[in-house]
């Protein structure tokens, strides 16, 4: 009988393993037919100085999937990076985003900057700067209106090609932010060898900045080193006014948060941003 309940154990068992294979090669499957369709819509979130006022915004992708609507990025970005798909989406994020900043500056509307978050997949093509100038050639856009964020971890993976890249980037005039800094194994050292404009403080450190000593140490040492290094420094994840004014109190200066705006579609970006202008 015991024998018996391990075998339906195991069938058990590997029929789970079969369904997750299954879903996960629907929705590599999905995923790439909706990058053939562009089904994806990239939402803007201001960043902004204390009271609000836009210095920037980020572009955040989101998956318009016909039955089960909106499908947030944590979803389908790791799939996508092992599919290999993250490639093209990345060349579509970035030429959105141009599309998007072009039309800004024909209707008179002066969005700073828009980041963008590249992942490592896509960083590590050989020819992921020629992309890049590629797009903001066609769009006629300056290079200076586009920040990419990287991560810590991609950052050190390959510190010579990261160098590399990041120069030519700075050759053309984009921007280059650290994002969720914090959370990776970065030190000193190499922060000092990168030509880096920001660094963007993760949001797990803001949460508790008010209640916990240890983050609020974290933060205010981060801060410090950033300026003292001539990079600007930008907290994500600032829900609260308390930690708004705690973190503008240790210096930090740009801030994106629920606490300002969520992200929202390009249109109602626009209306959000005119409201501020009057
Ligand atoms: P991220 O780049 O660190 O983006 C910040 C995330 O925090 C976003 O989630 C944003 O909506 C959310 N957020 C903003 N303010 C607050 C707040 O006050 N509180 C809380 N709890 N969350 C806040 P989202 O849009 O779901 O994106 C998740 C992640 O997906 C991003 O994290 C980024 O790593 C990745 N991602 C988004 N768009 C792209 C893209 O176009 N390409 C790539 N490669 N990755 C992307
Ligand atoms: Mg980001
Ligand atoms: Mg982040
Ligand atoms: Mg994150």
Redesign the pocket.
């Given at each position: 009988q015991s024998k018996a309940k391990g075998r339906n154990t195991i069938s058990f068992f590997h029929q789970s393993i079969q369904e997750a294979a299954d879903a996960r090669m629907f929705l590599e499957k999905e995923l790439r037919s909706a990058i053939e369709n562009q089904d994806f819509v990239l939402?803007y979130?201001p960043q902004t100085d204390r009271l609000g006022r836009l210095s920037g915004s980020?572009?955040?992708?989101r998956w318009e999937h016909k039955e089960k609507g909106l499908i947030?990025?944590?979803q389908f970005?790791p799939v996508a990076e092992e599919a290999g798909l993250?490639v093209p989406l990345?060349i579509w994020?970035f030429r959105e985003s141009c599309m998007q900043m072009r039309k800004w500056l024909d209707n008179g509307l002066d969005i700073q900057h828009i980041s963008?978050?590249?992942?490592s997949k896509?960083f590590r093509q050989q020819d992921f700067v020629d992309q890049i100038a590629e797009a903001i050639s066609q769009y006629e856009v300056p290079a200076s209106r586009f920040v990419i964020?990287l991560t810590e971890g991609v950052v050190i993976d390959n510190i010579d090609d990261t160098v590399k890249k990041m120069r030519a980037l700075k050759q053309l005039g984009v921007k280059i932010s650290i994002?969720?800094f914090g959370t990776g194994y970065s030190s000193l050292t190499y922060l000092k060898q990168l030509p880096l404009d920001e660094l963007k403080i993760d949001?797990s450190f803001v949460r508790d900045i008010t209640t916990d000593f240890n983050d609020a140490v974290i933060i205010e040492t981060i801060i410090n080193m950033a300026h003292n290094l001539g990079i600007d420094v930008i907290a994500?994840?600032?829900?609260t006014e308390a930690q708004r004014d705690f973190l503008y109190n240790k210096g930090c200066r740009v801030f994106?948060?629920?606490?300002f705006s969520?992200?929202m579609t390009s249109a109602d970006f626009e209306v959000w941003v005119r409201k501020g202008e009057r």
């Open positions: 939402y979130q980020e572009a955040l992708i947030s990025p944590d970005i993250i990345g994020v963008i978050n590249v992942s896509q964020e994002d969720d949001k994500e994840g600032v829900e994106q948060g629920y606490y969520r992200p």
